[in-house]
């Protein structure tokens, strides 16, 4: 996420922030730094923090929002579905409709398995590249944050503060033998 104001990189006050930011670290084992922003809202590919500076989101909530913050048709899939529930705890019609439709698109995807979370599908294609091809070893993308499990957590670089650099040489340490069967795949931003 790049902070912008009326085309301009710069720094914007945060006082806001920084008192959210407080009361977030006496609460919640969360709080990041006291750089961190917190959102009141988002359209687009625009989020409004608290003391209302305007940002654009490079992000995009880790991709999930590809098409952007409250996207018209995907607010009206989601107000529909709400009408029906949102998490039944059991298989429902729209997994099958969707499995069919990704298997159709994409014929090497003879099936399908669901998660509820990008972290929980990584995990699970970890263990399933490590059983079918009977090795520890794993390629993955430096820089990108793929999940918190250790094989997944080498190399990551979100966009952070010496504080995250700091915790994360901290837990690299910690994983030395997830680095050891691990690929790193360096990709070059344009």
């Known amino acids: 996420m790049l902070h912008t104001r009326n085309g301009g990189t710069r720094h914007v006050p945060c006082s806001n922030a920084l008192k959210r930011f407080n009361q977030q670290a006496s609460l ?16 687009g590919a625009k989020l409004t923090d608290l003391d209302g500076n305007v940002y654009t989101d490079y992000w ?13 048709t995907v607010l009206e899939a989601i ?8 998490h039944h705890g059991f298989v ?12 159709r698109h994409v014929p090497s995807a003879e099936m399908v398995r669901y998660a509820s979370s990008g972290s929980e599908a990584n995990f699970f294609a970890v263990r399933l590249a490590r059983t079918f091809t009977k090795t520890t070893k794993i390629a993955k993308f ?24 700091e915790v994360l040489r901290k837990a690299r340490n910690k994983t030395r033998s997830s680095s050891r069967s691990m690929t790193l795949m360096v990709s070059k931003t344009v």
């Open 79 to 86: 107000k529909l579905q709400a009408e029906k529930g949102w």
């Open 60 to 72: 995009c909530t880790h991709l999930a929002v590809i098409l952007g913050h409250r996207h018209p």
């Open 142 to 165: 430096e820089g990108g944050w793929h999940g918190p499990c250790d094989p997944l957590h080498i190399a990551m670089n979100p966009p952070s503060t010496n504080f995250h650099r």
């Open 92 to 103: 429902h019609e729209l997994e099958v409709t969707h499995a069919e439709a990704i298997t």
């Open 28 to 43: 919640t084992r969360t709080a990041i730094s006291s750089l961190t922003r917190f959102f009141v809202e988002s359209k």
